[in-house]
């Protein structure tokens, strides 16, 4: 039995097409709500999915409390503004078929994704082929809990990938794509402050110089033209935000603290 699970928080404009999408391959559609204040666990209901609702704290607090609500033996994780596609979901149906009768069979599966940004499939800088832990075997993979952001999957077992890719309408405005990319800048330099590193002088020119080079020229960046170009520059912009963050916390009176924020996945 597969269970298709999506986690939300005011997903109505995405949650109906999302749920469409999984529907073909899923013994069970389950959303997993986040107390959403628009209509996401209502539509959810009436297109078929069973809706469980929980606080959010963090990423993988979150799925891993979905994995323990999913009625499967078998679970994919699906982000609301994700599609899969007929080809993807006739793998996972094959693939499924087949471990059932191998012993050995892998236990997590690396699942790539086609990320759409500002209206166009990025398949360099870094974005393609972006591969998730999204299809897990229930009691033999769980989230690392110390991972609150880009999650890791500790797995009891072979890991193996998939080929065909899910959809990801990622970022469709500037707007959007500076507000992610701001609450993951706060999470990792929160991380980075926990851990004890301080920047330096040279870290301000040389994290934002090194990230460009490495979205543009070592993973090809160039070869999105002038998407490519926008985002490497936007992700070493993001790397000097990312030191200037740590550099007030380290400067910050003692004792004060920052709430983390939840964010949604996609980067």
């Given at each position: 039995m597969l269970s298709v699970v999506v986690l939300t928080r005011n997903e109505s404009r995405h949650i109906r097409s999302c749920l469409e999408s999984a529907r073909p391959f899923a013994d069970e559609l389950l959303v997993f709500d986040s107390h959403s204040n628009d209509d996401t666990a209502d539509l959810a209901s009436r297109a078929g999915a069973r809706v469980a609702q929980r606080e959010f704290d963090n990423y993988p607090a979150q799925r891993n409390a979905a994995l323990d609500a999913a009625q499967g033996d078998w679970i994919?994780?699906?982000?609301?503004?994700?599609?899969?596609s007929a080809e993807l979901a006739q793998e996972v149906t094959r693939v499924l078929l087949e471990t059932a009768a191998r012993a050995d069979a892998p236990v997590l599966y690396w699942v790539p994704r086609q990320n759409y940004i500002f209206g166009k499939w990025i398949r360099h800088s870094g974005w393609y082929p972006d591969?998730?832990?999204?299809l897990l075997r229930k009691g033999r993979a769980r989230f690392d809990p110390g991972r609150l952001v880009h999650e890791l999957v500790l797995?009891?077992?072979?890991?193996?990938?998939?080929?065909?890719?899910?959809?990801?309408f990622n970022y469709e405005t500037l707007a959007q794509f500076r507000s992610k990319q701001m609450a993951y800048?706060?999470?990792?330099?929160?991380?980075?402050?926990?851990?004890?590193?301080?920047p330096?002088?040279?870290?301000?020119?040389g994290q934002p110089a090194r990230?460009?080079?490495?979205?543009?020229?070592?993973?090809?960046?160039?070869?999105?033209g002038v998407h490519g170009l926008v985002l490497s520059l936007l992700m070493a912009y993001y790397a000097l935000v990312r030191q200037r963050m740590?550099?007030?916390?380290?400067?910050?009176p003692r004792g004060a603290t920052s709430p983390l924020v939840e964010i949604k996945k996609g980067r």
């Open positions: 994919f994780f699906l982000d609301a503004d994700e599609r899969v591969y998730q832990p999204r797995a009891d077992g072979r890991e193996s990938f998939l080929e065909q890719p899910l959809i990801h800048t706060r999470f990792e330099a929160e991380v980075l402050f926990n851990r004890g590193v301080r330096t002088a040279k870290s301000f020119v990230e460009f080079a490495r979205r543009y020229f070592t993973l090809e960046g160039y070869k999105d740590l550099a007030a916390k380290w400067n910050a």
